[in-house]
């Protein structure tokens, strides 16, 4: 099966930059996908394609792929970020779709 | 505006069944793959099942395979979530998604319902 693994857990302080980590264990390595999560809420997605970024989403939100991790940027966290974030991507056959277990962001 | 808004939850016994609708709005809907999505209270997200635009394919999650049926009704822009064989397992909220494909085997969730909760229980 295709997994992919996400920290727990970040923690930072506003204006700091908080960086979320998604490994695949698996190759070739499908694009990624970003969503933010807030309690009560339904999830809203934040990048696509890796690094591309909706209409709508600050530009603060930015993402990056290096082998098969891939990482959500967050620049000058405010504290309307806290909430929880999954990556998701699907396996190569186009026939199963993977979330990570996604990350609790807090902002201190 | 694209809405997506669930219905059919609630409780429901082990072994027991529940059909859960999607109707959607605000685009159109026989042009998209759609999906299920849910999460077991405070767990994360879990695809489910998509279907194509046309209901040509669909594929489901290992763990609701031969349980679970996902269908759409293009005439009235519905999606469906046959349920059977219920297990404790399956409590969830379950989301409506509309698919974007930007690539053969890629899939993403561009648009996502406010999710009904299933709870199975006796």
């Known amino acids: 099966s295709y997994e992919l693994t996400q920290p727990p857990s970040v923690s930072v302080s506003p204006g700091q930059t908080a960086r979320i980590t998604c490994s695949a264990d698996?190759?070739?390595?499908?694009?990624a996908y970003w969503y933010q999560q807030k309690p009560g809420q339904a999830p809203v997605l934040v990048i696509y394609k890796d690094s591309e970024r909706p209409s709508g989403i600050p530009e603060r939100f930015s993402g990056s792929s290096s082998g098969t991790t891939v990482t959500l940027t967050i620049s000058g966290v405010q504290a309307e970020d806290e909430a929880d974030y999954y990556c998701?991507?699907?396996?190569?056959?186009?026939?199963?779709?993977?979330f990570g277990g996604g990350t609790k962001l807090t902002v201190l | 505006e694209v809405q997506l808004v669930e219905s059919g939850g609630g409780l429901v016994q082990p072994g027991g069944s529940l059909r859960l609708s999607c109707a959607a709005s605000?685009?159109?809907?026989?042009?998209?793959?759609m999906s299920w999505v849910r999460q077991a209270p405070g767990k994360g997200l879990e695809w489910v099942a998509n279907?194509?635009?046309?209901?040509?394919?669909?594929y489901y999650v290992d763990s609701v395979k031969g349980r679970f049926t996902i269908s759409r009704d293009n005439a009235k822009n519905s999606l469906y979530l046959q349920m059977n064989s219920l297990r404790a397992e399956d409590t969830a909220v379950y989301y409506c998604a509309l698919v974007v494909v930007p690539a053969a085997t890629e899939y993403y969730f561009d648009y996502w319902g406010q999710g009904t909760l299933v709870t199975v229980s006796s």
């Open positions: 698996a190759l070739p390595k499908q694009y």
């Open positions: 605000g685009f159109t809907f026989s042009s998209y793959w």
């Open positions: 998701q991507s699907a396996d190569s056959s186009g026939t199963f779709v993977v």
């Open positions: 279907i194509k635009q046309d209901g040509s394919e669909k």
